[in-house]
């Protein structure tokens, strides 16, 4: 069973970074597409970047030049570096997994089954 814990959250100030780490057990790196998505309240959840089973990454045009996700196979940590951050990044922010094909694109990136608690990111201004 594929297990997933996030941290790394907080508060931080418009410009800002943090870096969200995901624990991932359970699973073997290169069958799993791992996501990171958030939700704002009154919001529905929405992607923001993925990393696929062959290590091919999307992300989502509100991040795109800000934020980086990558993974650490021998650690079985996801991660989500966030700079740049702005007030409207704030959300509670959680990591996913869905099994994929072996070293395969982010078209298997969907639909994501397992899901994390989720860690919450403020950003003021």
């Known amino acids: 069973q594929v297990q997933l814990v996030e941290s790394g959250g907080g508060s931080v100030q418009s410009g800002g970074s943090l870096r969200l780490s995901c624990a991932v057990s359970?699973?073997?790196?290169?069958?799993?597409?791992l996501g990171w998505f958030r939700q704002a309240p009154g919001k529905e959840r929405e992607r923001v970047a993925a990393?696929?089973?062959?290590?091919?990454?999307v992300y989502s045009d509100f991040v795109q030049g800000r934020f980086t996700i990558s993974r650490d196979n021998v650690k079985n940590t996801l991660y989500l570096q966030m700079n740049s951050l702005k007030p409207e990044d704030t959300a509670m922010y959680y990591c996913?997994?869905?099994?994929?094909?072996?070293?395969?694109?982010?078209?298997?990136?969907?639909?994501?089954?397992?899901w994390g608690q989720g860690t919450q990111v403020t950003v003021s201004s």
């Open positions: 990393i696929s089973a062959g290590g091919y990454t």
């Open positions: 359970g699973y073997t790196w290169n069958t799993r597409c």
């Open positions: 996913a997994a869905v099994k994929a094909p072996v070293y395969s694109g982010v078209d298997y990136c969907s639909p994501f089954d397992h």
